[in-house]
């Protein structure tokens, strides 16, 4: 009996840690569906970008301490928001520089072709971001300190780590406010109709490749914000993107490409097996388990888990 | 008010349009007709901007069209309605025409638009919280129109409406832009379907392999002897 709760207890622990960064996920997701679902672009940065964000709360944080005045508690929450603004700003200029020579409107008529150049550029930033970021930052592991790291929360037997909890509420609360944007403003349904159909989107006066770049902007802008909550309870270094990267393909792949809300699920998803998967698993295994379910959902749902079949042509 | 100097259009060294010159005048009713592969829907396309011609002149209300963004044509007062109808499948009816309402006049206008597209297509109130991609061809094609009027434009451009369509819906929709031009809105139609376009249009042109094969008012047309072997079946 008493063993039977304790392997309750791990379970529900499990599940809650599971769930905690599974929200973070799912705003990394989300930021790397919107690019995806708007503009067709597969981007390999995605995961360097959101380096990006934790290096910007970090600074804003404690680097230069731009924002100690709001204190311990406040003040990382504060720099992860901030750290959105700094990575959209990034992205909008990499996007109007380099990434609209590959993409929009003019490039949808070369087909394939389009899509190689696109996948050689993101890759290339990727790598240019990643050794920039050592340079720049240097090799050793950071952390963006918050007491709330140590400190948890109990219901019950279950302990929440606040910084987790904290993290998973504010991705929450973006991922609510993507959509709300993207369901109940003008701009918002601009983006999505840019997203079904470009050539019609032009028809009506959308500005397809300015609809890209706000795209670009606002998917890695979001992702920041999720790297820049991530470390608060996660040490970083410059060439964590590449680790983030595919799980945050398989969540938006498992969402159904094009989906954005379930994109946020995918990733959801993804933090719910990887923490769970160590009940039965060695923890060395936790990334194998997610691709293992990954195939599995995808072998009886091809089109993800909230993709619908005729949106595809 | 839209006029157009020998336009010529090359896909990859293939001529689309070899030359074309047509004009529009302010509440007319345009027709262009011909077979399939004649260039209509290209010199659609160059008219919004999607396609960017070789040589030639568009001029619409007085202003070189060719030097406005493809994304600001619409805000002249352009709306085109496209081939394949091209709704925004994964949205509601309503997100459609509210998308049709983008530009600037279109917002200004919508209090006023709107019920007109309701009652012109009543179906579409009825489906209004519907996603457009579950809409059946014709409906699609309603709605394709109404996001068209929703911008309040000068003019309509309308690419074979009756495309896949049964032959009742086309009567429909034909008798429905006629209805849309009698009330005082200017229409450029493009229709694989001669005998139809050429019954309600004000004058016509008829294309072949890229070039104005013909050109004239409704009843010269209509009486042509080449245009009714050819095309009419007569």
Redesign the interface.
């Known amino acids: 009996m008493d063993d039977l709760y304790w392997h309750l207890v791990d379970f529900l622990q499990a599940f809650a840690a599971g769930l905690l960064v599974g929200g973070t996920y799912g705003l990394m997701c989300v930021g790397l569906g919107i690019i995806f679902g708007v503009m067709r672009v597969v981007n390999f940065a995605h995961g360097d970008f959101m380096m990006l964000g934790m290096y910007a709360a970090f600074y804003l944080v404690t680097g230069f301490g731009v924002l100690a005045f709001l204190g311990p508690y406040a003040g990382p929450i504060a720099g992860a928001v901030l750290a959105g603004p700094i990575v959209f700003a990034i992205g909008w200029l990499l996007h109007k520089f380099l990434i609209s020579r590959v993409t929009g409107?003019r490039v949808v008529a070369a087909e394939a072709e389009g899509h190689y150049a696109q996948i050689i550029l993101t890759l290339g930033i990727a790598l240019v971001l990643a050794n920039g970021g050592l340079i720049l930052f240097g090799s050793t592991p950071l952390s963006v300190q918050t007491p709330l790291s140590r400190e948890s929360w109990e219901i019950g037997p279950v302990f929440l780590n606040q910084a987790r909890a904290v993290g998973f509420i504010m991705a929450v609360i973006c991922a609510l406010g993507l959509y709300l944007f993207l369901t109940r403003t003008?701009l918002g349904?601009?983006l999505?109709?840019a997203a079904?159909?470009p050539?019609?989107?032009?028809?009506?006066?959308?500005?397809?490749d300015?609809a890209h770049r706000l795209a670009f902007g606002l998917g890695v802008g979001i992702t920041g914000v999720a790297g820049g909550l991530f470390a608060m309870s996660q040490s970083f270094q410059p060439y964590i993107g590449f680790d983030f990267v595919i799980v945050m393909y398989a969540g938006v792949v498992l969402g159904g490409m094009g989906s954005i809300l379930g994109a946020f699920w995918g990733g959801l998803t993804i933090g719910l097996v990887q923490q769970m998967s160590t009940l039965i698993l060695p923890y060395q295994l936790q990334n194998t388990a997610i691709f293992v379910v990954f195939l599995v959902i995808v072998f009886f749902r091809p089109q993800g888990m909230f993709g619908?079949v005729?949106?595809r042509t | 008010m839209l006029k157009i100097r020998s336009l010529e259009v090359a896909y990859g060294g293939l001529h689309a349009l070899n030359g074309v010159s047509l004009e529009v005048e302010r509440g007319e009713f345009v027709a262009v007709v011909g077979p399939n592969g004649a260039g209509k829907t290209t010199l659609f396309k160059t008219i919004s901007g999607i396609v960017t011609p070789l040589a030639g002149a568009i001029t619409y209300m007085e202003r070189d069209l060719l030097a406005v963004a493809p994304a600001e044509r619409a805000q002249l007062g352009i709306a085109h309605v496209p081939e394949g109808r091209q709704v925004f499948a994964s949205m509601t009816v309503m997100e459609n025409l509210e998308m049709g309402a983008y530009t600037r006049k279109g917002q200004q206008r919508w209090s006023e638009t709107l019920p007109m597209i309701l009652a012109l297509f009543p179906i579409l109130a009825e489906r209004r919280a519907q996603l457009a991609g579950t809409l059946s061809g014709g409906e699609q094609q309603m709605l394709a129109i109404g996001r068209g009027l929703a911008s309040a434009p000068e003019l309509l451009m309308l690419d074979e409406p009756s495309m896949g369509l049964a032959p009742a819906i086309v009567d429909a929709i034909f008798e429905r832009i006629h209805h849309i031009h009698r009330n005082g809105l200017t229409i450029l139609l493009v229709e694989q379907r001669v005998a139809e376009a050429l019954e309600t249009c004000d004058r016509g042109y008829v294309l072949e392999t890229g070039r104005v094969a013909m050109e004239g008012t409704h009843k010269t047309l209509m009486a042509d002897e080449r245009v009714r072997r050819a095309y009419l079946g007569m």
């Open positions: 409107a003008n349904k601009a999505r109709a079904d159909n050539t019609a989107a032009a028809y009506v006066g959308i500005d397809v300015r619908r005729w949106e």
